[in-house]
């Protein structure tokens, strides 16, 4: 073994060390190990971490893998997670599902979804979800494993974030079945605009992404995106799944508020039976008392006071 995979080892060491729970790290490529090397990995007696390739791979992911280490341990809490190298990029694989993953934040998300649950609600029937802000993919693939969502229809305005969340779903295409992805965004009415782009923060893009709120990001470009109604996007899954639960999943940066003023107006409220949201950056109570006003049983995450926090609107009964 020589110094550079030495080293990769003695960093894998740490980061399994890191982990409270323990992850599995396995680093694949096609070349055949020599026998001594499979021995001297078998002896290296790394906890849950499994190699079958050259380490040498895995080492330019060291500053993500850092970085998302508390997000890795506290995902592995719940799921065996493998992370794996393949033609130089970085894969996990958790719950059934695999992503790419090209920043720490798509390892938060992937807690926050899977791990916390965040979305672990259920009605009665046949359910049809519509995810506004479909990011990298990670919500809708979580919605598509559910038995009582029939299909899910995706919406993500910024084409490089559309283009990572197509790969995670050809990389499950059994879920991908079951999921429409739409490269553009909804609001309340048709509109293209300019804004900028950071690709390391994709969760955190959205039409209203040019804020005092986001100081901590760094744009690097200027994405052109497209903006659609949100009513007519309700109307058209209604009219294609005329007697199904309509489940409306919203986390879009800031634009919830011309969604919901949306709904409102055109009357498609009507046809939704629950909301998922993330609010941000304003007061939410706009959003709730709008939601009471038409029959909604409201349950709220995070200070009213905050930068962000949770809106879940039901009619009937939910079950978590």
């Not at 399994?16 to 026998?35: G, Y």
């Not at 050809?170 to 293209?192: C, H, M, R, T, Y």
């Amino acid at each position: 073994m020589n110094k550079t995979q030495l080293k990769v080892l003695r960093f894998a060491k740490k980061i399994t060390n890191l982990a409270l729970n323990p992850f599995h790290l396995e680093i694949k490529s096609n070349r055949m190990l020599s026998t001594e090397e499979r021995m001297n990995r078998l002896t290296d007696n790394l906890p849950m971490c499994v190699f079958e390739d050259c380490p040498m791979s895995f080492y330019p992911w060291s500053d993500l893998l850092e970085k998302s280490i508390i997000w890795l341990r506290r995902l592995s809490g719940i799921y065996q997670v493998c992370l794996s190298v393949e033609n130089a990029d970085l894969f996990a694989k958790f719950d059934g599902i695999k992503i790419k993953l090209e920043s720490w934040e798509e390892v938060l998300i992937a807690y926050e979804i899977f791990g916390l649950g965040e979305y672990n609600f259920f009605i009665k029937g046949e359910n049809i979800v519509m995810d506004f802000g479909m990011n990298v993919g990670l919500a809708s693939l979580y919605f598509s494993k559910m038995e009582s969502v029939k299909m899910v229809y995706a919406y993500e305005p910024f084409l490089p974030t559309f283009q990572s969340a197509l790969i995670n779903l050809k990389l499950n295409p059994e879920l991908a079945l079951k999921v429409v992805p739409n490269n553009f965004g909804v609001g309340s009415d048709n509109q293209i605009i300019e804004t900028q782009y950071d690709p390391n923060r994709k969760g955190c893009m959205g039409n209203f992404s040019i804020n005092n709120f986001n100081t901590d990001i760094a744009y690097d470009r200027v994405e052109r995106i497209e903006i659609r109604p949100a009513s007519e996007q309700v109307f058209a899954v209604r009219k294609a799944h005329p007697s199904e639960n309509i489940i409306v999943k919203i986390d879009i940066e800031g634009g919830e508020y011309d969604v919901v003023g949306n709904f409102f107006d055109s009357g498609c409220i009507n046809e939704i039976s629950s909301i998922l949201m993330e609010w941000h950056y304003k007061d939410p109570s706009y959003l709730i008392e709008k939601l009471m006003q038409t029959g909604f049983a409201i349950y709220t995450q995070g200070s009213h006071s905050g930068d962000c926090g949770k809106i879940y609107a039901f009619r009937g009964i939910c079950y978590r």
